[in-house]
């Protein structure tokens, strides 16, 4: 159980060996409550009120921001994504490469439904995105993916279709050669395991998650490794992201 006293700018955890105090000031304080709005958030759809340039964008607006400062860091030439949906990250994703003029995006998802794909392709940001349809696993859908990178080129990818732990380690494996040393393979919604038994989770999500395929991926190939990005501009005393991408991070050494 958790309470907050706003009055007394403390948040108290009662635990198994009693009750923890922390100081609302404070990076634990901090994190006790945001786990607690990141639930909260997950439980209300928190993150189906948002969109990006007038398309739907599901997604954590923390996770949003984080990502801009990795791809501004990075500053991919190509940023592929697996799942398109209403298509509000391509546009993001497109909208960022638009303002540094420099990148374009690659969306790909079994299915585009037809209202999306027409709003997509009508968007100011379209000329900068490339849409395929088919699994993202598929040998001739991944062989047509790599076909847009061209020689020496910077290569981001995002994973963010079937969120099952196989899925998501059959997509590492797929794309994350295509990945820059430098650069990142992001594999989203690691929250899954992190929410079992709130409203629309499943009991398998403890261990069938992206968050567990990142860890089994990283374990057999040396040469990638779990890493948060640094955060360039931090005044605060908190240093974790609020996320719905824990251990989502997976940058090629």
């Avoid at 607690?36 to 990006?52: L, M, N, P, Q």
């Avoid at 990142?214 to 374990?219: G, I, N």
């Avoid at 931090?234 to 997976?250: K, L, Q």
Wanted: hydrophobic fraction near 45%.
């Amino acid at each position: 159980m958790i309470t907050i006293d706003e009055a007394a700018g403390v948040v108290t955890v009662d635990g198994p060996e009693g009750p923890v105090r922390h100081s609302m000031a404070s990076a634990e304080g901090f994190k006790v409550v945001s786990d607690a709005w990141v639930r909260c958030g997950w439980d209300a759809k928190y993150v189906y009120s948002f969109s990006w340039m007038g398309r739907p964008i599901i997604q954590l607006p923390d996770d949003m921001v984080r990502i801009q400062e990795v791809i501004y860091a990075v500053k991919p030439d190509l940023i592929i994504e697996t799942g398109v949906a209403h298509g509000g990250s391509l546009i993001f994703y497109a909208s960022l490469c638009k303002a540094m003029d420099k990148g374009r995006i690659v969306g790909i998802d079994i299915e585009i439904r037809p209202h999306n794909r027409a709003a997509i392709e009508a968007h100011e940001m379209f000329p900068l995105i490339s849409l395929i349809v088919g699994s993202s696993t598929d040998p001739a859908v991944v062989a047509e993916v790599a076909g847009h990178i061209k020689p020496g080129e910077t290569v981001l990818v995002l994973l963010d279709s079937n969120h099952t732990k196989a899925h998501v380690l059959a997509e590492l494996e797929a794309y994350a050669p295509m990945v820059t040393p430098g650069s990142y393979i992001v594999a989203t919604d690691g929250i899954m395991g992190h929410v079992v038994g709130a409203p629309r989770t499943q009991p398998g999500w403890s261990w069938d998650n992206p968050e567990a395929a990142a860890q089994d991926f990283v374990a057999a190939h040396a040469e990638f490794v779990i890493e948060e990005p640094a955060f360039p501009f931090n005044e605060g005393v908190t240093t974790d992201r609020v996320t719905y991408w824990p251990s989502g991070f997976i940058r090629r050494r």
